[in-house]
């Protein structure tokens, strides 16, 4: 099976497996499991006649609307095509040399340092003390463990919020020579429509403006931003609940567990490992990491009905 490093890629799964894309029960992305907001499709009906316009160059009204949820300045708020298209950029842009990381983790970023002749410098998962480098890495939640990690103080580099609640996010501002980079497709499942941010300080912003595109995402997902961040905070708090029911089942079935405080769960069992493609289930492993063979990554079924699907599959 084909292994994408964020999950998903429904559709060629779907081919090797002889079925429908919707027949496939999708566990393997942190997407928020309720799916898009359910007025979505009337919006975009309403709002069809965006596609005809070029995007804002700043991203406006987006950028303005996620500055005043955040408490900070527009101007140090940049919005993005998704957390990836800064992931690709950002070490080209601000001429990393070395970056210093916790292993195993969300490959992409050693990826693209790598790619931009940066040094990635292996930090041990329990590590305390980032090694000498000019930029630290650090994903908090972190992925795929899913515990918070804190940055080290008087260091430079990037905050992946990506996975963090939004109230957690709302209370950080302008952290010095950090840039914060944030999804801000999971928590709303719009991931089709690429959509993310950087908050830093201005010279950083002005850095990677100069490495992105002319225009920052869709015309569509910059006007669609205003309308999702009012609930950002009911979202979070269906995760909360979900993210419980999924540790207390998988515990009940004899799995050793993570614990987490994002949308998705470490775990392994210990004994044989289910034949969830039998059951159209798709869920994230870790070919990438020797370490963590044995390991699968859950986001957490929505319905009682995709709940008692993958109880069955873990009988």
């Known amino acids: 099976m084909v292994n994408l490093p964020h999950g998903g890629n429904i559709e060629e799964v779907a081919k090797q497996w002889g079925c429908n894309p919707a027949d496939i029960l999708d566990l393997s992305t942190g997407l928020h499991p309720a799916g898009p907001p359910t007025w979505l499709g009337e919006w975009l009906k309403e709002n069809s006649h965006l596609v005809g316009h070029y995007p804002d160059r700043l991203g406006e009204p987006a950028r303005s609307a996620l500055a005043a949820f955040m408490n900070v300045a527009p101007k140090n708020t940049l919005i993005i095509a998704g957390a990836q298209a800064a992931i690709e950029v950002l070490p080209q842009a601000l001429q990393w040399q070395s970056m210093a990381i916790k292993q195993p983790c969300y490959a992409e970023p050693i990826r693209a340092a790598k790619r931009a002749g940066c040094q990635v410098i292996a930090v041990d998962m329990q590590a305390t003390i980032y090694p000498d480098a000019d930029c630290v890495w650090v994903t908090s939640p972190h992925n795929p463990f899913g515990h918070k990690e804190t940055f080290p103080k008087h260091r430079h580099g990037v905050l992946d919020e990506s996975y963090m609640p939004f109230a957690e996010r709302q209370t950080l501002g302008i952290l010095p020579d950090v840039i914060r980079l944030g999804s801000l497709t999971k928590t709303f499942c719009i991931p089709g429509l690429r959509l993310g941010y950087i908050i830093a300080e201005q010279h950083h912003i002005q850095s990677l403006q100069s490495w992105l595109p002319p225009w920052p995402t869709s015309t569509l997902a910059a006007h669609l931003l205003p309308k ?88």
């Open 228 to 315: 999702l961040l009012p609930q950002a905070a009911q979202r979070d708090a269906h995760i909360v609940t979900l993210r419980q029911q999924m540790l207390d089942t998988l515990a009940q079935h004899n799995w050793e567990v993570r614990q987490s405080c994002t949308s998705f769960v470490l775990a392994r069992p210990k004994d044989k490992l289910p034949d969830f493609a039998s059951s159209r289930i798709l869920v994230r492993r870790f070919p990438e990491w020797d370490s963590l063979a044995g390991w699968l990554r859950f986001s957490y079924p929505a319905s009682e009905k995709d709940w008692q699907r993958f109880i069955a599959a873990l009988t």
